[in-house]
Nanobody
Framework: QVQLLQSGGGSVQAGGSLTLSCKISNYYADYYCMGWFRQAPGRQREGLASINTENERTYYIPPVKGRFTISRDSAKNMMYLQMSDVKPEDTAMYYC??????????????????????WGLGTQVTVSS
């Protein structure tokens, strides 16, 4: 079955950097959306960054644009999120996910626009001030 295995995360001081990784297994689609999401306690899940594997376009929400970088290694079926200049408000559980493409790989209501999501189990990121 499809598996998304996450690694990385942990505790970091404000202004520091952290990299999250996601290994995607058994997901057979020519083109799809891949991306990172997070959910803080008491808040709704939000999409952060995505890659459209059909055209390699990336998308970021404004709060993380310029600080976070999404990338992938297609040969290794890996996806990464490099986080820099982190802030206490970045504290959350972070999830990787893949889904079908529906027009683009932007987010609505904490998911991709397309359906058929597969999710990683999540990894905690805690930023201290």
């Amino acid at each position: 079955q499809v598996q998304l295995l996450q690694s990385g995360g942990g505790s970091v001081q404000a202004g520091g950097s952290l990299t999250l990784s996601c290994k995607i297994s058994n997901y057979y689609a020519d083109y799809y959306c891949m991306g990172w999401f997070r959910q803080a306690p008491g808040r709704q899940r939000e999409g952060l960054a995505s890659i459209n594997t059909e055209n390699e376009r990336t998308y970021y929400i404004p709060p993380v644009k310029g600080r976070f970088t999404i990338s992938r290694d297609s040969a290794k079926n890996m996806m990464y999120l490099q986080m820099s200049d982190v802030k206490p408000e970045d504290t959350a559980m972070y999830y990787c996910a893949v889904s079908r493409i529906f027009f683009d790989c932007t987010f609505v209501d904490g998911e991709f626009r397309g359906g058929g999501h597969y999710w990683g189990l999540g990894t905690q990121v805690t930023v201290s001030s």
